[in-house]
């Protein structure tokens, strides 16, 4: 999904994509699967939902804010957004604010090991928070001055990306102890993170690609572009990033990636 309504779909995720029509011109720039159910995310609060990816329901969300992640897990889709927003839904159809306890940017959400876990920025300051359940949040202390803006779960260990090549890792399984990787071979700017097949993960401006095994040792990979990619995911034992001018890549390992045509040069967010 990206800018300007834009869903395009694929039942191999490789070769060959088809566009949707969503009917909307807003931004898109989240979209999750879950309980029978696609959700995409976006400008103005839009929530589209879709049983198949082809055909797309409009959603009322209750906020004109900007809505920018999306997970579902644990029986709940939440979505998160700027303001502070927070929403739950257990369909996807009926949505519910809750507080978060901060007015500023929510970008990424995840959940792992009974526990959703949200990042971003509040002014100079990287955020977390923790739930649950999904409704009561907690702030955790980052450590970090720098923007937050992905983050995801595996292998016993939480790990969000963001500004200057940032990444830090929870390992105590309840997100509320987080350290930094010293050295994670870049300072470009890392916008989304993934885990799947043994492998963390995540990409990043001018096709910045890194993947680790642990979370804590990162390898750079030649992704053979420069285009901004802004998320990354896993299914059909493939990893796809997309970004920038409609840019797609996948890849069967996270190390070896192949670009695909995307039949659209429009941005796409995730």
């Known amino acids: 999904v990206g800018e300007s309504g834009t869903i395009l779909t694929s039942s191999d995720g490789i070769f060959s994509w088809t566009k949707r029509t969503s009917g909307t011109f807003d931004y898109l720039s989240g979209v999750t ?46 979505t998160v957004g700027e303001s502070g927003t927070i929403l739950t839904s257990p369909d996807g159809t009926t949505w519910t604010e809750r507080t978060s306890g901060t007015p500023e940017y929510l970008i990424g959400v995840t959940y792992g090991n009974g526990l959703f876990v949200t990042v971003g920025y509040w002014g100079s300051s990287g955020i977390i928070f923790t739930s649950p359940d999904g409704i009561t949040w907690t702030e955790r202390n980052s450590g970090t001055s720098l923007y937050l803006l992905g983050v995801t779960y595996g292998n016993g260990l939480f790990v969000t990306v963001g500004d200057s090549g940032t990444i830090l890792t929870s390992s105590n399984g309840y997100g509320t102890s987080w350290t930094r990787i010293d050295d994670s071979g870049t300072r470009k700017k890392l916008n989304g993170i993934t885990y799947a097949n043994s492998t963390f993960v995540t990409v990043g401006t001018s096709g910045t690609i890194l993947t680790s095994s642990d979370g804590t040792t990162w390898t750079s990979r030649t992704s053979g572009t420069t285009n901004n990619l802004n998320g990354v995911t896993y299914g059909n034992s493939t990893f796809v990033t997309v970004g920038q001018s409609g840019t797609i890549l996948t890849s069967s390992d996270g190390t070896t990636w192949t670009s695909r045509t995307s039949g659209t040069s429009k941005l796409s967010l995730e």
């Open 33 to 78: 699967y879950g309980n029978g159910l696609f959700v995409t995310v976006g400008l103005s609060g839009t929530i589209l939902t879709s049983p198949d990816g082809t055909t797309w329901t409009q959603r009322n969300s209750g906020t004109s804010d900007l809505l920018i992640g999306v997970t579902y897990e644990n029986g709940l889709f939440v």
